[in-house]
C-alpha cells in the first residue's frame, strides 16, 4: 500500500524564482490495486514519478510505503527503502551492454545478494515475464515489448510492495501495449502489488485502472474509481475516458443530445424501449459503447424531434441515462 499525503515539490527558492510543480498531491493505492494517473505536458507527472520512488526529495509531504514514511528517511535508510518501490520507466532503460538477464540481476548484484540466489531469482523472474529464452539477450536484439518485459522483471527482483510504471507504454506498437498491460494486471494479482500507473494514453487506463487520478498544474484535480468516473456525465475526466469518433448533424426539427449512462444497469435495448414508449423514432448521430470493468459504458449524441425532447429525457432518466442538450445542438425548427 502506498499513501500520498500532501506532497508538495518547490523548485528553486524566493517568490520570484520558486516554481511549485507538485502542490499538495494526496492520493491512496492499496495493495493489489491500479491508480492511473494522467495529466498533460508539464503537469508534474514525472516530478511525481521521481517523487514517489525517492530520486527527489519532496519539499513537503509524506510518502508512506506500508506505514512507513520514506520522505523523512535518511540518506542512509533511503538507499534501503528505495527496494519497496520498483520502478519501469518508459524506454525501459536497460543498459545496452547488459543481457536481460544481466540486467535484471542488477538490483540484486547491489544488494549483495549470492551468485546462486541472484541467478535462480533471475531465471524465475524472466521466466515470469515469458523471457525465459532471451536471457542472453542484448537489449538491441529485443523488441520493444520484451525490453519493458525484462523491466518489469527487473523492477520485481526486490519484490517490492509498490510498482511505479512510468509512462512505460509510450513508443509501444498495440499489440505490445496490451501484452504489458496483461502482465501488469497478472503481476498486481499474484504479488499484491499497489501499482501507480502514471500515461498520458486514455486507452490504456481504461483497460488497467482500478482508479484513476488526473492532475493539472501540479494538482490532483480529480480522482476517484474508473467506473465512477466514466459513469458520471459531469467528469471531464469521465468524458476523456469515453472517446468518441465525429458525430453527424441532426437534420432540421431534430434536436441533437448528448447521452451518458450514469447507472451499471442500462438495458442493452434501451433505445428500442424509449423509441416504442415515446412513440418517436430516435437517430444516433455519434456512439461509443464499451466495457469497462465488467460494466457497459454508454457516449452517444442523438437526434429527436423537437416536441418530444422532454418526454426523451425523462424516458432515458428512467433507465438510468443522462440526456442533455447538445451544446449549441439546439437546431433551427422549421415548421
Ligand atoms: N529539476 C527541475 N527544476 C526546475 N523545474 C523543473 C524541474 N523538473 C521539472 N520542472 C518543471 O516542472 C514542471 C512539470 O514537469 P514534469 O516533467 O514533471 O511534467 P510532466 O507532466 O511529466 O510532463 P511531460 O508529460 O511533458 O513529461 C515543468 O514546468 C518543468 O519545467
Keep these: 500500500m502506498i499513501e500520498v499525503e500532501h506532497l508538495t515539490k518547490v523548485f528553486g527558492s524566493g517568490t520570484e524564482s520558486s516554481n511549485r510543480v507538485l502542490d499538495d498531491v494526496n492520493f491512496t493505492v492499496d495493495g493489489g490495486e491500479i491508480f492511473a494517473v494522467v495529466g498533460p505536458s508539464g503537469a508534474g507527472k514525472s516530478t511525481l514519478a521521481q517523487c514517489l520512488n525517492l530520486l527527489q526529495r519532496p519539499t513537503s509531504g509524506k510518502v508512506i510505503v506500508n506505514g512507513d514514511d520514506l520522505a523523512d528517511l535518511s540518506a542512509a535508510a533511503l538507499r534501503t527503502a528505495r527496494r519497496r518501490i520498483g520502478t519501469v520507466f518508459q524506454s525501459s532503460n536497460l543498459l545496452a551492454r547488459r543481457t ?3 540486467n535484471v540481476a542488477l538490483p540484486l548484484e547491489y544488494l549483495g545478494a549470492t551468485k546462486q540466489s541472484t541467478k535462480t531469482r533471475v531465471h524465475e523472474l ?10 542472453d539477450h542484448y537489449p538491441h536484439q529485443l523488441s520493444g515489448g520484451q525490453r519493458q518485459r525484462v ?19 509510450s513508443g509501444l506498437d498495440p499489440q505490445a501495449t496490451d501484452s504489458f498491460l496483461r502482465l501488469l494486471t497478472e503481476v498486481r494479482d499474484e504479488l499484491g502489488l499497489a501499482v501507480v500507473f502514471i500515461t498520458h494514453e486514455m486507452e490504456t487506463i481504461v ?20 467506473v465512477d468516473l466514466v459513469l458520471d456525465p459531469d467528469s471531464p475526466l469521465g468524458k476523456s475516458l469515453r472517446p468518441r469518433g465525429a458525430t453527424a448533424t441532426a437534420v432540421d426539427g431534430q434536436v441533437s443530445l448528448d447521452v451518458t ?31 469497462v470493468d465488467g460494466v457497459s459504458v454508454g457516449d452517444l449524441t442523438v437526434s429527436v424531434a ?30
Design 100 to 102: 536481460a538477464a544481466e
Design 126 to 135: 524472466l521466466d515470469r515475464v515469458g523471457l525465459g529464452d532471451k536471457a
Design 151 to 169: 523491466g518489469i522483471a527487473r523492477a520485481l527482483a526486490l519484490k517490492p510492495a509498490v510498482l511505479l510504471s512510468d509512462e512505460a507504454t
Design 207 to 226: 483497460k488497467v485502472a482500478d482508479k484513476v487520478g488526473r492532475i493539472d498544474q501540479g494538482r490532483i484535480v480529480e480522482q476517484g474509481a474508473l
Design 261 to 291: 449512462y450514469h447507472s451499471v444497469a442500462v438495458p442493452v435495448d434501451w433505445i428500442t424501449r424509449v423509441g416504442q414508449r415515446i412513440g418517436t423514432p430516435i437517430s444516433v448521430l455519434g456512439a461509443n459503447i464499451q466495457t
Design 306 to 335: 423537437a416536441a418530444d425532447v422532454d418526454e426523451f429525457v425523462t424516458a432515458t432518466a428512467e433507465l438510468g441515462i443522462t440526456a442533455r442538450r447538445t451544446a449549441g445542438g439546439l437546431l433551427e425548427v422549421t415548421v
